[in-house]
C-alpha cells in the first residue's frame, strides 16, 4: 500500500480563529516556494472570500489553488486507475423517463398501477434527486422503501451499466474509502480543507477521494456545540475520523474573538443573552423598494465608518436584489456580486427551445404560433415568407381551425396553399410531426435539418448527446422522451449581460448565506428577513418522505445518513447563527410591510426578526409584535420636491381621471387633418359608436390586439362560417357580371349545390359522432336559410354573394361624408346593378342576435353595420330596399328600410363631433373576472374606470337619443 498522508485534524469555533490560527500560517508557509498547493472549500464564495482576505493582508497565492467539492472530483478522476466514464443529469434522465414509458406501455387506466406510474412520470426530476441522496447517503436502490421504486431505479443502475458508464455517487464511493495501492500515483504537494460543514455530506466522498491522492493534508472543521439538534455536526466530525483520517480531531486552542455578533445568532437557536441585542438592527421599509434605499443608506454610512468587509445576504437573486444593487451602482459603491443572476437566453437559443416545444407538442398549430415570433426575429435565414406578422399569421390559423377543428398542423397546410401560401411553405419545412420511436442519431439529424431549412444556428452543448447516440446505435427512445431531452440540454436562462460586481473585490459583498459561511464580516445584512422568504422549510418528495429517511438511517452503514425536513431547517438555523458568531460589529435585518405586487396583504417578519423585536423591548413597548414591526416601517421618499416635468405628467395623469373633465388632447387625440383614416370599416363604426377606444386604436392607429389564448373549438362560430360559404357557394351558381351581381339560381338548383357542399364537406371530416352531428346542424341551418333567401327574394332576381362595399359608397356623418367598406353576406336586386334598383340585404345569424332596431342603433351602436351596408347602397344609387337579419328560428327574421335609416344612423353623431375634434376618447367597460369582456386597451395603457369614462363622454359629446324607443 501507498504511505498514507500525513493528516492534521482540527476544530474551529469562529472564522476568525480558522483564520488566524490555520489558515493564515498555512499559506504563510508555501511563502517563497513554487510547490503546488490547493485549498477546499465549500463554496466559491468562500474561496472568493478567502483570496479577498489574502489580497488586503499582503498574503501571495503562487502556486495555491481553491477548489470546491466540484473541481476536487476532477482532479481525482484524472488520475483513477480503472474510471468508469458518468452519465450527466440530462441523459439519467433519458433512462429512467425511457423506463418509465416501458411501464406505462402496457397498462391502461384501469389498471392500479397505472397512477403510481403516470405521477412518476410526471416528476422524474424529483425522483432523481431521491435516487442521488440515496446514494450519497450509503444507500442503494434496493433500499427504497416502495417497491415500484427499487424496481425502477434497479433497472436504471442496469441500464446505466449496459452503456459502459458508473453512477457517479458509487464511484467516489467507492474512491474514497479506498486506500491506494503502494504505486498509484498522487496529486502530491499540500492541501488544506476548510470550512466544510455537515451540509456537505453529500460531497464527503468526493473530496476524502482527493484527501487520499495527496501527501500533506489538513483538515479545520467547524466545532460542533454538542446540543441537541446540533448533533449532526458531532456526527460529521466522527465520519472524518473514522472512515478516512484515522485521528482524532483536536480543537484549537485560541481566545475567541474580542469582538462578536454571537449573542444575536443564539436569539434564534437558544435561550438569549441580556446583551443579545446590543449588535441587532432592523429596518423595516414600507415597501421592498423602500427595504432597498434603506438597505444601500446603511451600508454607506457603514463604509463611511470604517467597515472592512461588509457581507449583504440575500435569499436568492430577485427584485429587491436587481433593485439594491440599482442603487449601489447609482452611488458610486463598488461591491462583489456572488449570486447567479440570470436573463433571457439569445434569441437563437429561445427559437430552439421553441422548435423542440413545437415537436414535443405533436407539431400543433398553438406551438406555431409560440414559435412565429422567434422565427421573425431571427429572420428564419433571410426568408421574405417569414415576414408575415403575427396577427396575420393568427387570422390563417383561427380560420383554418374554424374549418377543420383540430390542432394538428399537418391537415391545416393544404388550407394555407389558397389562403396564405408563404404560411403553408413555412409549415411544410417543419413537417412532419416525429415519429413515436426514434434512434437519437436519427433525433439529431432531424433537428439539424429542420434548422438548416429554417435558417436557426445549431443547438451547442450537445457533445455528451452525441458521444451518447453512438454508444446507444440502434436504441429506439420514445419520441417524447428524446425531446425531454433535447429541452434538458438547451439553456434556458443565460448570464446578465450587466457584470457589475463579477470578478472583483471589494468591501461590500452581495451572496447567499451558503457562500457567506467560513468567512469573518465585519458588518452582516440580512435582507428580505420576511416570513415566507427565509428560512424556507423545503418539504419533502412523496418519493422518498421524511418518515421513509428515518427508517433508513436506522440501518445506514455511516454516522450520517439522510437528512429530514426538520434537520435541514435546522442546519439552516445553525448556519445563520455560525454567520452571525462570525460577524464582528453589527448583524442588520432589512424586511418590507407590504409586497408591491399584493398591497393589501400585509408582511410579517421571520422567526428571527421577531425574537429580535421581543428581546429589544420593542414589541412590548409598541403593544405588540405586529405594531412594533408597523411603527418600524419607513417610506422613502423618491424625491422631496418634484420637478416641473413630473408636475406636469401628474397634471395631466389627474385629468385623465376626472370625471368632471372632457376628454382632452392627451386622452386618445390627435389632429384631425393628420390622423382621420380616409376609408372605415362599418364593423369598426359599430363599435366604435359602443366605445370609441376600438376606433383609435383600430380605426385611427390601425393596431390590432394578436390574441395569445390557445385555439379553442367554437362549434356555434364554425357553424356560422361553414353555414356563410356554403350559401354563398350555392347562390352563386351563373355567371358573375362586373358589379359582382350574377342570375339567382332556382330554389331547386340552389338545393342540389348546397347538398353537393355538405356532402364534399363531410367526406373531408372523420367518421366519428361529433362530426354526424355537427354536419347534422350544419345541413339544417343553410337549407332553412336558403328557404328564407327564396322567400325574400324578387321575381327575376340578381344576386351578390359575400359582396364588398366598392369603393366610393359612403355615408352622411353630420356635414362631412364618410367612405366605408366592408363585406356583406348577400346582396338581392331586381336589376344587375345599383343605379334605380330596389335592393335586399340579408345577413345570416345563426346565434341569437337581437331583432333589428332603428332606436336601439341609434342608442348604443347595435347592428348598426347593417344600417350602414344600406346606406352605402343608397349613395350607390339604389331607389330603395330594406336590410334583413335572417335567422334559422321561425319569426326571428326582421328588417329595417330605408326609410329608417335617418333615426337608425342618429348615433354618427358622436362620430361626426370625434372626427372634427381628433378626439375619441372611450366608453370602455370595467374588466370583469369573468367573460364578456370589454375591449382591452394594450398593456401600456392604465385602464381608467368604466365610471369615470361615461361621465368624461357626456361632457365632451352629450348624450344621443336620451329617450329613444327600443
Given at each position: 500500500m501507498a504511505n498514507p498522508p500525513q493528516i492534521e485534524l482540527l476544530l474551529t469555533r469562529h472564522a476568525d480563529t480558522a483564520w488566524a490560527e490555520v489558515v493564515r500560517p498555512w499559506l504563510e508557509a508555501g511563502r517563497g516556494q513554487l510547490a503546488r498547493a490547493f485549498v477546499v472549500v465549500a463554496t466559491r464564495g468562500q474561496a472568493h472570500g478567502f483570496k479577498q482576505r489574502c489580497l488586503m493582508e499582503g498574503i501571495p497565492l503562487l502556486g495555491v489553488e481553491f477548489l470546491t467539492p466540484g473541481l476536487a472530483r476532477q482532479k481525482w478522476r484524472s488520475l483513477a486507475t480503472d474510471p468508469k466514464p458518468v452519465l450527466g443529469r440530462e441523459l439519467l434522465l433519458l433512462g429512467l423517463r425511457t423506463l418509465i414509458a416501458k411501464r406505462l406501455e402496457p397498462l391502461t387506466i384501469a389498471d392500479t398501477e397505472w397512477g403510481f406510474w403516470k405521477s412518476l412520470q410526471s416528476d422524474p426530476e424529483r425522483a432523481l434527486d431521491d435516487f442521488d441522496t440515496l446514494l450519497k447517503g450509503g444507500f442503494r436502490a434496493e433500499d427504497f422503501p416502495l417497491e415500484p421504486l427499487r424496481e425502477i431505479f434497479g433497472e436504471l443502475t442496469t441500464w446505466i451499466a449496459a452503456h459502459g458508464a458508473g453512477v457517479a455517487p458509487i464511484e467516489a464511493e467507492k474512491a474514497g474509502l479506498t486506500k491506494l495501492d503502494a504505486g498509484a500515483t498522487r496529486i502530491g504537494g499540500r492541501l488544506l480543507v476548510c470550512g466544510l460543514s455537515a451540509e456537505l455530506w453529500g460531497e464527503f466522498f468526493n473530496v476524502a477521494a482527493f484527501v487520499r491522492r495527496m501527501e500533506d493534508v489538513t483538515v479545520v472543521l467547524p466545532e460542533p456545540a454538542f446540543r441537541g439538534r446540533a448533533d449532526g455536526d458531532e456526527k460529521w466530525v466522527e465520519l472524518w475520523q473514522a472512515l478516512l483520517l484515522g485521528v482524532m480531531a483536536e480543537p484549537v486552542d485560541a481566545e475567541p474573538p474580542e469582538e462578536t455578533c454571537e449573542a444575536v445568532g443564539a436569539l434564534w437557536t437558544r435561550e438569549p443573552a441580556d446583551d443579545a441585542t446590543e449588535r441587532a438592527t432592523v429596518l423595516v421599509g414600507r415597501a421592498r423598494a423602500d427595504e432597498m434605499v434603506l438597505v444601500a443608506d446603511a451600508i454607506a454610512e457603514r463604509l463611511a465608518g470604517g467597515a472592512e468587509n461588509i457581507g449583504v445576504i440575500f435569499p436568492k437573486a430577485d427584485a429587491g436584489y436587481l433593485r439594491l444593487t440599482g442603487l449601489l451602482r447609482a452611488r458610486g459603491i463598488q461591491y462583489a456580486d456572488m449570486l447567479e443572476g440570470a436573463a433571457m437566453p439569445p434569441v437563437d437559443t429561445q427559437a430552439q427551445r421553441a422548435l423542440i416545444a413545437f415537436y414535443k407538442g405533436g407539431a400543433r398549430v398553438d406551438d406555431l404560433l409560440e414559435l412565429w415570433p422567434l422565427l421573425r426575429a431571427l429572420g428564419a435565414g433571410n426568408d421574405e415568407h417569414v415576414n408575415l406578422t403575427l396577427a396575420a399569421v393568427r387570422k390563417a390559423c383561427e380560420r383554418s381551425f374554424d374549418e377543420l377543428h383540430t390542432h394538428a398542423l399537418a391537415p391545416h397546410v393544404e388550407h394555407w396553399k389558397k389562403a396564405q401560401p408563404a404560411l403553408a411553405e413555412i409549415a411544410g419545412k417543419l413537417l412532419p410531426a416525429w415519429p413515436e420511436e426514434l434512434t437519437l442519431d436519427d433525433a439529431l439529424a432531424r433537428l439539424e435539418q429542420v434548422c438548416t431549412a429554417l435558417g436557426i444556428v445549431e443547438p451547442e452543448g450537445l457533445g455528451a448527446l452525441t458521444a451518447f447516440a453512438k454508444k446507444a446505435d440502434g436504441e429506439l427512445f420514445p419520441g417524447a422522451v428524446v425531446l425531454s431531452t433535447l429541452e434538458e440540454f438547451l439553456p434556458s436562462k443565460s448570464p446578465p449581460t450587466d457584470r457589475s460586481g463579477k470578478g472583483t473585490f471589494a468591501r461590500v459583498t452581495i451572496t447567499t448565506r451558503r457562500r457567506a459561511e467560513g468567512i469573518a464580516w465585519s458588518h452582516l445584512f440580512l435582507a428580505e428577513s420576511n416570513a415566507g422568504v427565509w428560512p424556507d422549510r423545503g418539504q419533502p418528495s412523496p418519493w422518498l418522505t421524511d418518515e421513509h429517511r428515518e427508517e433508513l438511517n436506522k440501518r445506514g452503514r455511516f454516522t450520517l445518513g439522510l437528512f429530514t425536513s426538520e434537520q435541514?431547517?435546522?442546519?439552516?438555523?445553525?448556519?445563520?447563527?455560525?454567520?452571525?458568531?462570525?460577524?464582528?460589529?453589527?448583524?442588520?435585518?432589512?424586511?418590507?410591510?407590504?409586497?408591491?405586487?399584493?398591497?393589501?396583504?400585509?408582511?410579517?417578519?421571520?422567526?428571527?426578526?421577531?425574537?429580535?423585536?421581543?428581546?429589544?423591548?420593542?414589541?412590548?413597548?409598541?403593544?405588540?409584535?405586529?405594531?412594533?414591526?408597523?411603527?418600524?416601517?419607513?417610506?422613502?421618499?423618491?424625491?422631496?420636491?418634484?420637478?416641473?416635468?413630473?408636475?406636469?405628467?401628474?397634471?395631466?395623469?389627474?385629468?385623465?381621471?376626472?370625471?368632471?373633465?372632457?376628454?382632452?388632447?392627451?386622452?386618445?387625440?390627435?389632429?384631425?387633418?393628420?390622423?382621420?383614416?380616409?376609408?372605415?370599416?362599418?364593423?369598426?363604426?359599430?363599435?366604435?359608436?359602443?366605445?370609441?377606444?376600438?376606433?383609435?386604436?383600430?380605426?385611427?392607429?390601425?393596431?390590432?390586439?394578436?390574441?395569445?389564448?390557445?385555439?379553442?373549438?367554437?362549434?356555434?362560430?364554425?357553424?356560422?362560417?361553414?353555414?356563410?360559404?356554403?350559401?354563398?357557394?350555392?347562390?352563386?351558381?351563373?355567371?358573375?357580371?362586373?358589379?359582382?351581381?350574377?342570375?339567382?339560381p332556382g330554389q331547386a338548383d340552389a338545393a342540389e349545390r348546397l347538398a353537393q357542399a355538405l356532402a364534399h364537406k363531410r367526406a373531408g371530416w372523420p367518421e366519428d359522432r361529433y362530426w354526424d352531428s355537427f354536419h347534422a346542424e350544419l345541413a339544417h341551418a343553410c337549407e332553412v336559410l336558403l328557404a328564407r333567401v327564396y322567400e325574400l327574394a324578387p321575381e327575376n332576381a340578381f344576386v351578390a354573394a359575400e359582396w364588398n362595399v366598392p369603393r366610393g359608397a359612403t355615408v352622411a356623418c353630420g356635414a362631412q361624408r364618410i367612405e366605408v367598406g366592408g363585406r356583406v353576406d348577400l346582396v338581392l336586386s331586381d336589376r344587375a346593378g345599383f343605379k334605380g334598383a330596389i335592393v335586399e340585404i340579408l345577413d345570416f345569424k345563426t346565434g341569437g342576435d337581437a331583432k333589428l332596431s332603428a332606436s336601439r342603433m341609434a342608442r348604443d351602436g347595435k347592428s348598426l353595420q347593417l344600417a350602414l351596408y344600406l346606406a352605402a347602397l343608397k349613395a350607390l344609387g339604389a331607389d330603395g330596399g330594406r336590410v334583413w337579419m335572417v335567422k334559422i328560428e321561425a319569426g326571428g327574421t326582421t328588417s329595417l328600410g330605408m326609410e329608417e335609416l335617418d333615426l337608425a344612423l342618429a348615433s354618427l353623431g358622436r362620430l361626426e363631433k370625434m372626427l372634427a375634434s381628433g378626439t375619441y376618447g372611450a366608453l370602455t367597460a370595467d374588466r370583469a373576472e369573468y367573460p364578456p369582456y370589454g375591449y382591452t386597451w394594450p398593456l401600456a395603457c392604465v385602464p381608467v374606470p368604466a365610471a369615470v369614462l361615461a361621465e368624461k363622454f357626456e361632457k365632451t359629446f352629450g348624450r344621443e337619443m336620451e329617450d329613444a324607443d327600443v
Open positions: 435541514r431547517a435546522a442546519f439552516e438555523k445553525a448556519g445563520y447563527a455560525q454567520l452571525a458568531r462570525d460577524t464582528r460589529t453589527e448583524v442588520i435585518f432589512s424586511a418590507a410591510l407590504f409586497d408591491e405586487e399584493n398591497p393589501e396583504l400585509p408582511l410579517a417578519p421571520n422567526s428571527w426578526v421577531e425574537r429580535v423585536l421581543w428581546a429589544s423591548g420593542a414589541a412590548a413597548e409598541a403593544g405588540g409584535l405586529e405594531e412594533a414591526f408597523a411603527e418600524a416601517a419607513r417610506v422613502t421618499a423618491v424625491s422631496p420636491e418634484p420637478n416641473a416635468e413630473d408636475l406636469a405628467w401628474k397634471k395631466i395623469w389627474d385629468g385623465r381621471r376626472d370625471a368632471g373633465r372632457v376628454f382632452d388632447d392627451y386622452f386618445f387625440a390627435g389632429d384631425p387633418a393628420v390622423i382621420t383614416p380616409e376609408k372605415w370599416s362599418a364593423r369598426r363604426v359599430e363599435q366604435g359608436v359602443q366605445d370609441p377606444a376600438v376606433l383609435w386604436f383600430e380605426s385611427v392607429l390601425g393596431v390590432q390586439r394578436v390574441p395569445w389564448e390557445p385555439l379553442v373549438r367554437v362549434r356555434a362560430k364554425a357553424l356560422g362560417q361553414l353555414a356563410h360559404a356554403l350559401l354563398a357557394y350555392a347562390l352563386t351558381a351563373g355567371q358573375i357580371g362586373a358589379g359582382g351581381f350574377g342570375p339567382l
